[in-house]
């Protein structure tokens, strides 16, 4: 299903500086080698369960003032390496509090 948005929309919240993120690390694993990047212990064993995302997503949205913009962030490593997670905290996130935009720097997915 492809997201709709109107240029503007939500606008009024950001200018007014009433911006809530979540910003969820899902993986210390990457397979890029960034000379900037300041995660130094890269591993594959450090993921975080959809438990973990839907407890943190739900204790944000109890939270949330209606009046704020929200921002779904991931990171961690490559955020992207663990898509499944990442589709599913979107979609239950969708799911508690409604329409959400993707926008996602570095590589393509």
């Known amino acids: 299903m492809p997201l709709s948005y ?6 009024r919240q950001y200018r ?7 910003t969820l690390v899902v993986t210390e694993e990457c397979n ?4 900037y990047c300041y995660q130094l212990h890269k591993n ?4 975080m369960s959809i438990e973990t995302a ?3 997503i ?8 209606p009046s704020d913009g929200v921002v779904l962030e991931f990171t961690g490593g490559e955020c992207t390496l663990e898509m499944d997670l990442v589709r599913e905290a979107t979609n ?3 799911s508690g ?8 720097g570095g590589i393509p997915i």
């Open 54 to 56: 839907k407890k943190a």
């Open 44 to 47: 594959s064993r450090n993921v």
């Open 32 to 35: 890029l080698r960034c000379k």
């Open 58 to 65: 739900d204790f944000f949205i109890d939270t949330l003032d």
């Open 6 to 11: 109107k240029l503007g929309e939500g606008l």
């Open 92 to 94: 239950y996130f969708r």
């Open 16 to 22: 007014g500086g009433n911006v809530r993120y979540c």
């Open 97 to 104: 509090y409604g329409s959400l935009g993707s926008i996602r």
